[in-house]
């Protein structure tokens, strides 16, 4: 069964690139989504299928996958794009299918 | 835009029910989706409950599917999560979601606004 990494915590001045990866066997044979989550919300999907984004997401979050890791790389960070964010595969490997990674904590300094 | 507003959220005592329902406003069809449950805590992050879609066909995730039911109501655009037998280890924040199918598997597009279940005695 397929087992998501993400690093608890990043931290990232405003204007800057943060990366946040997400490490699971063979992850560059499964689809990949992103999900942003702000204190007290509901999760929000922002990237899909590796690396497309829904409507009404900015294009500075993009996504990336190959060999054992899936990245999400948000650009010009903003304030508001501090948030948890949670990678999320179908594993059908796993018993529950749907994986989701443990979450990431994007603090912007 | 699609929205799903949930309720029924109660505090529940061990062995008893947990009973939330979602309404489903506007977007595309309400039968060309699935329609998920998923909660969170701190101690499990986010998991999977499982999935229905317009004519009852459901998947659960394994560690859940024993005490989970799921139910819909096309002509009312809802759907409903049942869980019996809660314990402490069943208290999360639980949302209900829309299910898209993608390149390979699902992913959730659209949430609820989430909504509490403690489990104490």
């Not at chain 1, 509901?42 to 990237?47: C, F, G, T, Y």
């Not at chain 1, 009404?56 to 993009?62: A, K, N, V």
């Amino acid at each position: 069964s397929n087992v998501l990494t993400q690093s608890p915590s990043v931290s990232v001045a405003p204007g800057q690139t943060a990366r946040i990866t997400c490490g699971g066997n063979d992850m560059g044979s499964k689809s990949v989504h992103w999900y942003q989550q702000k204190s007290g919300r509901a999760p929000v999907l922002v990237v899909f299928d590796d690396s497309d984004r829904p409507s009404g997401i900015p294009e500075r979050f993009s996504g990336s996958n190959s060999g054992n890791t899936a990245t999400l790389t948000i650009r010009r960070v903003e304030v508001g794009d501090e948030a948890d964010y949670y990678c999320q595969v179908w594993d059908s490997d796993s018993d529950s299918h749907v994986v989701f990674g443990g979450g990431t904590q994007l603090t912007v300094l | 835009q699609v929205q799903l507003q949930q309720w029924g959220a109660r505090p529940l005592k061990p062995s008893e029910t947990l009973s939330l329902s979602c309404a489903v406003s506007g977007g595309d069809s309400f039968t060309d989706h699935y329609w998920s449950w998923i909660r969170q805590s701190p101690g499990k992050g986010l998991e999977w409950i499982g999935e229905i879609n317009h004519s009852g066909t459901t998947m659960f995730n394994p560690s859940l599917k024993s005490r989970v039911t799921l139910s819909i109501d096309k002509s009312r655009k809802q759907f409903s999560l049942r869980l019996t037998a809660v314990t402490a280890a069943d208290t999360a924040v639980y949302f209900c979601a829309r299910s898209v199918t993608v390149a390979r598997g699902i992913t959730f597009d659209f949430w609820g606004q989430g909504a509490l279940v403690a489990v104490s005695s």
